[in-house]
Every structure is written in structure tokens, then in C-alpha cells.
Nanobody
Framework: VQLQASGGGSVQAGGSLRLTCAAS????????TGWFRQAPGKDREFVAA??WDDGTTHYTNSVKGRFTVSRTFLQMDSLKPEDTAVYYC?????????????????WGQGTLVTVSS
């Protein structure tokens, strides 16, 4: 599976961005798509995930009600400066919602999101 993430950019606080994750190759092996982010000087953290079989979604508390995840995109609304990070999409063959980065098999290259106050 190859993943191509895009859609990052610079936006003011309160604005919106949509990140896209294009998957190619053996996509039939994908059970879950997850999004992670890494801010400067911080560890990579889980943001959101969606299970492909039943559409179940899960979000980290700090983005609930602001972000929406689908198989192919992450819609980010009401952005805050603390959302500034490099965002990565990833896929796993593990069924169900997975929040641990180590469980993901394939990763996109990352796209930078900068939110100014």
C-alpha cells in the first residue's frame, strides 16, 4: 500500500483545512485508516481513525467536535494554534480502531499544518 497525504498549509485560528490521504496498491488489505501528528519537539500522537468495515470512528479528546475523519480525508475545522504539526495518514491490517502508531503498517509522507493566532 502506498499513501500520499496532501492538503496541508497555513491558516489562521478558527479556519479550516482538509487533508487528503490517497491510497494505492493492495488497498483491499486495509482495515483502518488513522491520522497522527507530530509537533516540533513533541512525540507523534494519535489524532483520529476510521474502521473501513463499519465506519466506526475515534478521535483524541482535543479534536472531538472539530475534526471529521473519513477513509480518504481528515476535515479540520475551528483550528487552533496548538493543532500546528506535521500530519501523517497511516493504514493498518489490524481490524477495529487502533490508536497505537506501532500497529500501523504503511505511512504517508506527512503534510505540514500551521495555525497562526
Amino acid at each position: 500500500v502506498q499513501l500520499q497525504a496532501s492538503g496541508g498549509g497555513s491558516v489562521q485560528a478558527g479556519g479550516s483545512l482538509r487533508l487528503t490521504c490517497a491510497a494505492s496498491g493492495r488497498t483491499y488489505s486495509i482495515y483502518t485508516t488513522g491520522w497522527f501528528r507530530q509537533a516540533p519537539g513533541k512525540d507523534r500522537e494519535f489524532v483520529a481513525a476510521i474502521a473501513w468495515d463499519d465506519g466506526t470512528t475515534h478521535y483524541t479528546n482535543s479534536v472531538k467536535g472539530r475534526f471529521t475523519v473519513s477513509r480518504t480525508f481528515l476535515q479540520m475545522d475551528s483550528l487552533k494554534p496548538e493543532d500546528t504539526a506535521v500530519y501523517y495518514c497511516a493504514t493498518t491490517r489490524v481490524p477495529g480502531i487502533v490508536v497505537r502508531a506501532g500497529a500501523y503498517d504503511y505511512w504517508g509522507q506527512g503534510t505540514l499544518v500551521t495555525v497562526s493566532s
